[in-house]
């Protein structure tokens, strides 16, 4: 079955408690991005990768870091996690085609809670 | 820049009736692309429809049918003969050309409709 996964589902840490958000999909998609979704703002764009060792910051990078080792994975790393990157994360991913934005693919998001 | 504006933030409607959920959207391309995606009440996105900027025709899936007209910039999205199931939150998404974007295919949201359907 194409999927994308993430992990955890759900998250309650502390201030400063180093995290990791996973994100692994099977669909061989080259494109792969993170989002996050808080109310009165929809969704916005964390970064993004267009294939392995290829990445760049979205419109809210800040506090955030990603790696793209393998095709498959992309995950979404908080160093120093603080109040305000409460919030639910979303990972997408997508063939890359330069016919234009194909139908992006999302995991089930991640709702993370910084005390 | 783009952008993505949902002027309704909640709709309540009684099982049914027939609902339009707005989208008015603002882009300097010639060439985008507009989604629609659905958020059920158990939180994950579900894809609804994709429509590139060239083909202005509508669309109908079922009880679903959108309205594309590029003279007004709106992409509303009507369902007919609502049912609770269709409760959720309804997003408007943009995404500009792949030169445009440098190959980013980043989504613009617009901030999503509360969609609650009454039995």
């Known amino acids: 079955e194409a999927q994308v996964t993430q992990n955890p589902r759900y998250l309650i840490t502390v201030t400063g408690k180093k995290l990791t958000v996973t994100c692994s999909q099977n669909?061989?998609?080259?494109?792969m991005s993170w989002y996050r979704q808080d109310p009165g703002l929809g969704l916005r764009q964390i970064y993004y990768?267009?294939?392995?060792?290829?990445?760049d910051k979205g419109d809210v990078p800040e506090g955030y870091k990603v790696s793209r080792k393998e095709k498959r994975n992309f995950p979404l790393i908080l160093e120093s996690p603080s109040p305000n990157q409460t919030s639910l994360y979303f990972c997408?991913?997508?063939?890359?085609?330069?016919?234009?934005?194909?139908?992006?693919?999302f995991g089930p998001g991640t709702r993370l809670t910084v005390t | 820049a783009q952008k993505v504006t949902q002027a309704q933030t909640e709709i309540s409607v009684v099982e049914k009736e027939d609902v339009t959920l707005d989208c008015v959207y603002e882009t300097r391309d010639t060439t985008y692309y507009l989604f629609w995606y659905k958020q059920p009440p158990s939180g994950e996105l579900v894809f609804l429809i994709r429509?590139?900027?060239?083909?202005?025709q509508n669309e109908i899936s079922g009880r679903y049918s959108w309205n594309f007209q590029k003279s007004t910039s709106s992409f509303n999205f009507t369902i007919t003969a609502s049912q609770v199931v269709d409760s959720a939150v309804y997003f408007c998404?943009?995404?500009?050309?792949?030169?445009?974007?440098?190959?980013?295919?980043?989504?613009?949201f617009g901030t999503g409709t509360r969609l609650t359907i009454i039995p």
């Open positions: 990768s267009m294939n392995v060792e290829v990445t």
């Open positions: 669909m061989n998609h080259e494109y």
């Open positions: 429509r590139n900027s060239f083909d202005e």
């Open positions: 997408a991913s997508s063939f890359l085609s330069s016919q234009g934005t194909n139908e992006q693919y």
């Open positions: 998404a943009l995404s500009e050309a792949f030169i445009s974007n440098f190959g980013n295919e980043k989504l613009t």
